[in-house]
């Protein structure tokens, strides 16, 4: 066990975690933060990303004692009307919404990075976030809609 | 007819309040949106029950042996392990039925003295933590003696192979014939004869959550168990039967599913749980890795032969089927579910002789369950190839082939009934319409052809499934004395938006604001019967269920009304439609009253005979109502390389009466999406009997970059107010895979029988092409 300090969602956290337990098991089941959700467990889904320090990791490959002083995010964070979640919202962009969160939090970084980009730039950021309900064309929507004018 | 093309952005629907005292395990649709973008929406994988202890599975690395013993002792020394399940160890308990199913009790909680596949759980180990459960797992050994396997259905009824079930021989699985007319008479009368071999691979749901069970013992001896489910009564009455306990004494409740697809039906880890928990007397945990998830359900492949005899009017006039389905180790749905595939394989045409027979067989395989257009994919995928090859050969076009032959109302079905309700013209156009396929649906797209290598087409495919026949839904709509109405029925909420559908079906018939409308979670103890979640039948039976309840509270707040005729004028019950003082002025009748609630019931029934088909033949009146869909694409095939590119998708979709068609929508183009997958990616392959692909990174599904640059929906709106309203969830998925091999034929005149479409298919069938 190794005791760590958390910047989590703008609280400072501390508490004991193995050091071999990946974020994702940190965040859920010591912190309760729901919001960040397991899928595929290798890194590849996108289900599971969290912003550290605004950029998107996925939190199962990442051990939590290696997060250091980065800031964490995660989609708890979200009030419903920021732009982000507001236009996934307007388009319907979600069926089961389990993928949601990771979308939202891809989304938001590559938008904070560059506010500029454009739709189809967009697009391929959020290829590694997959969707079985197949919401795509709706997130797509969402995607227009945030970079308009891009 | 109304036809909605419904192509612009959704309607903007932004969160709304959370209404105040709002009970904890209703949810309402309005602040649904809301919690799902900050993170908030529960579901199965969040429910966490004070004091639970974790199981892990130990599974069959073999895929068929003896189990001659399980050696637990290493694991039990790890520490805060609180005990081991074995299969051995329950048989000696005679109060449980360890085999169960829903027609044949052929499978065994836990491997009991033999293993069927890799991946079947061959003990469980319980523990504190989830770490300490999954170290003790690595240390159980087994003692299994390998047999020789068979992962092929067809291999699997050839004599020698090896048997799975002494009791069924032939690895059998269910056999049917479907008879109408005399088939091999008038194909042999037949202008035109075609026979084409089309097979589908076993494919995984993967639902982005994994499949999750909590099970708790009460001092009563009663079992509680919170699950994953998509239907919670055929989970308790398995569950109850498993346990030898009468079914009020097992509550199942679901939660909210991150996607389902039919891989959340049945019997999955709930026994599991249920008796680790009554093993370790505290209540525990199952939550499913996804290699686990792979190996927990998956779709039936199958291999379906399709013969089509045409006249010289370019009509159908013959069609013999043969499907041999692949069951996996167990039956499961599998005796009920091939039949249901039959009966859909000749397709929505009008062909007065068919001939089908079906098959299905054991396998060491993951076992099967109903796969998003349950047993559907399969056989759409061989009637609808079947209609473009056998228009090439008669020099139609396809679209134009289909046009003679499709169902309209009045003409006979396969199963000798007659079809109303019927809308493929509209479909079909609509389909060819949108990527311009078919001679006479206008021109093609304008614009600039692809450069050699690459080759542009079009191609078009239609599916007709049955529903749920016999079933049956029930729902009870409640009024509190607060005001609030809740819906109660056991709909499983997984991303269809079950819930915001029956909300918006009671508050129309009430005559308030959907959002004022909660929708309470499936649960045994305090929602109704259903007979499952699945075959698109929830918004059909169950909202017709919870219309009906709500215009029995209606009829009741009337005659209380009646009885207290001194309440002033204005303060009784309004009129449906009366806007939101609806619930206040109520509230103030059951305050006048003295009553703390009230409620309506309601239900669906099949009508008396639906569903009993002749054994023999399969005629009769096989469906309360048929689900009807069309898809078009346009595709573009790189023929140096086998490449397929889908550039337009165009989903059709028969609706009834339209709930909302924003949802409906997004059901028909997510239904597109998820079936790209099985047309060019997913394949649930085996080598040497082991599972090739158990993780999202070796099975491909659709990403981002797969979608059709170019996708919409046409559904058709019966303006009928009182029209049944149609499930439309698995509309489009089936149609996908067929249209997009007709597409790469029309572009490039190579045929691929075999999914999913890859590359090195593409290139073999086009060498194919031109050595012939």
Known sequence: MTEVKLRVNQATVACDVPDDEVLLDTLRDRLDLRSVRYCCGIGVCGTCTVQLDGRPVSSCLLLTVMVGDRAVRTAESFEAGDPVPAAFVGCGAYQCSYCLPGMLLTAEAALADNPDMSAAELRDVLAGNLCRCGSYPQVMEAVSRLTEGH | ?772
């Open chain 2, 1 to 772: 007819m109304t036809e909605a093309a419904i192509t612009g952005p959704a309607a903007a629907g932004g969160p709304a309040a959370v209404p105040p005292g709002a009970p904890p395990e209703v949810r309402l649709t309005t602040r649904d949106s809301a919690a799902r973008v900050t993170g908030r929406f529960r579901f199965a994988v969040d429910r966490y029950v004070t004091g639970t202890a974790h199981a892990v599975a130990v599974r069959s690395a073999v895929p068929h042996g003896e189990l001659a013993g399980i050696r637990t002792s290493d694991a039990e020394q790890v520490p805060g392990v609180l005990g081991v399940l074995t299969g051995q160890s329950l048989a000696r308990d005679p109060s449980l039925h360890l085999y169960h199913g829903e027609s044949r009790a052929d499978q065994p909680v836990l491997a009991i003295d033999r293993v069927r596949y890799v991946g079947e759980p061959v003990a469980v180990v319980v523990a504190e933590t989830r770490v300490a459960a999954e170290e003790a797992a690595s240390r159980v050994v087994t003692d299994v003696t390998s047999w020789p396997a068979v992962t092929d259905a067809g291999e699997a009824g050839l004599p020698g192979a090896p048997q799975l079930h002494e009791q069924w021989p032939g690895n059998e699985c269910g056999r049917w014939t479907l008879r109408h007319g005399d088939a091999e008479r008038a194909l042999a009368a037949a202008a035109y004869r075609h026979t084409g071999v089309y097979r589908s691979p076993s494919a995984s749901h993967a639902a982005m959550e994994p499949h999750c069970a909590t099970a708790a013992w009460l001092p009563d001896g009663s079992v509680e168990v919170w699950s994953a489910t998509q239907s919670v009564y055929p989970v308790r009455n398995r569950l109850a039967g498993v346990l030898g306990l009468p079914r009020e004494k097992v509550r199942v409740r679901a939660d909210n599913l991150g996607g389902a697809f039919g891989g959340k039906l049945d019997l999955r880890l709930e026994a599991l749980v249920a008796l680790a928990a009554r093993m370790t007397g505290r209540p525990v945990r199952m939550e499913l890795r996804r290699d686990e998830v792979f190996v927990t359900a998956a779709k039936h492949a199958a291999t379906v032969t399709v013969t089509t005899g045409v006249d010289r009017g370019g009509l159908i006039v013959a069609r013999i089927i043969d499907i041999v389905w692949n069951a996996g180790a167990y039956a499961i749905t599998t005796p009920r579910g091939s039949r249901t595939g039959l009966i859909r394989s000749p397709g929505p045409y009008r062909i007065p002789h068919v001939l089908g027979h079906s098959v299905a067989r054991y396998t060491n395989t993951v076992p099967t369950g109903p796969f998003r257009g349950a047993m559907s994919g399969q056989i759409c995928w061989a009637h609808e190839s079947a209609m473009d090859e056998v228009a090439a050969g008669i020099g139609l076009d396809p679209v134009e082939f289909r046009r003679r032959n499709i169902l309209r109302a009045g003409d006979v079905y396969a199963t000798g009934e007659a079809m109303a309700d019927m809308h493929y013209d509209e479909l079909l156009a609509a389909a060819a319409a949108a990527v311009g396929a078919g001679a006479r649906d206008g021109a093609r797209p304008a614009g600039d052809g692809p450069r050699p290598p690459r080759r542009r087409g079009r191609g078009v495919a239609l599916v007709m499934k049955t529903t749920r026949t016999p079933s049956r839904s029930e729902a009870i709509v409640t009024l509190g004395a607060d005001g609030q109405v809740t819906v109660r029925a056991s709909a499983g909420e997984m991303g269809q938006g079950a819930a915001a559908s029956l909300a918006e079906l009671a508050g129309r018939r009430l005559g308030i604001e959907a959002g004022r409308v909660a929708v309470s979670v499936a649960d045994t103890a305090t929602t109704p019967f259903d007979t499952t979640s699945s075959s698109s039948r929830t918004t059909f039976a169950i909202g017709t269920s919870v219309e009906r309840a709500c215009k029995d509270l209606l009829a009741r707040l009337a005659g209380i009304a009646d009885r207290y005729p001194e309440l002033p004028p204005g303060e009784g019950p309004p009129e449906p439609a009366a806007g939101a003082d609806a619930c206040l002025a109520w509230k103030r009748l059951l305050a006048a009253a003295g009553i703390d609630s009230v409620s309506g019931h309601g239900g669906y029934a099949s009508p008396p005979g639906a569903g009993k088909l002749d054994p023999d033949t399969l005629q009769g009146a096989a469906s309360d109502h048929w689900h009807q869909g069309a898809v078009g694409v346009e595709v573009e095939v790189d023929t140096e390389t086998g490449k397929v590119e889908v550039l337009r998708a165009h989903g059709a979709s028969y609706g009834g009466r339209v709930v909302d068609p924003v949802r409906v929508r997004k059901q028909t183009t997510g239904g597109m999406v998820f079936g790209l997958g099985q047309a060019l990616m997913e394949d649930l392959c085996y080598d040497a009997g082991q599972p090739a692909a158990t993780t999202l990174s070796d099975y491909q599904i659709p990403s981002f970059l797969d979608v059709p640059p170019v996708i919409g929906a046409t559904i058709l709106a019966s303006p009928d107010p009182e029209a049944e309203p149609h499930g439309v969830g698995e509309n489009t998925v089936p149609p996908m895979a067929p249209a997009v091999a007709n597409a790469i034929f029309d572009a490039t005149g190579a045929r691929v029988r075999d999914l999913p479409i890859t590359p090195e298919r593409v290139l073999r069938a086009l060498r194919a092409g031109r050595a012939s």
